[in-house]
């Protein structure tokens, strides 16, 4: 199992980005994916998720503003993230759930300034 977020960087408070993570080594379709993030200090959270199905489902933090989707013909899952706040800067990380196995990628930074 391989997961690789890309997508982060510096933007401006109100800015948006689109992280994406690239999957291999499983059936990515069968799986649901979610996105987690973790500021310093703090404990890692999640952010979205979505199932096989394609229902997502959200924190509330981030409701109205992110939008997780994923296209299974390129195994890949994206987060989009508007209106962003300084709040929301933390390094990104895609998790997949199989069993008793969790799976992370290597994650991606975020940093909103204000």
């Known amino acids: 199992v391989q997961l690789v977020e890309s997508g982060g960087g510096l933007v401006q408070a109100g800015g948006s980005l689109r992280l994406s993570c690239a999957a291999s080594g499983f059936t990515f379709a069968d799986y649901a994916i979610g996105w987690y993030r973790q500021a310093p200090g703090t404990q890692r959270e999640r952010v979205a998720i979505i199932t096989s199905g394609g229902s997502t489902n959200y924190a509330a933090s981030v409701k109205g503003r992110f939008t997780i989707s994923r296209d299974n013909a390129k195994n890949t899952v994206y987060l989009q993230m508007n209106s962003l706040k300084p709040e929301d800067t933390a390094v990104y990380y895609c998790?997949?759930?199989?069993?008793?196995?969790?799976?992370w990628g290597q994650g991606t930074q975020v940093t909103v300034s204000s």
């Open positions: 998790n997949l759930l199989r069993g008793p196995h969790a799976y």
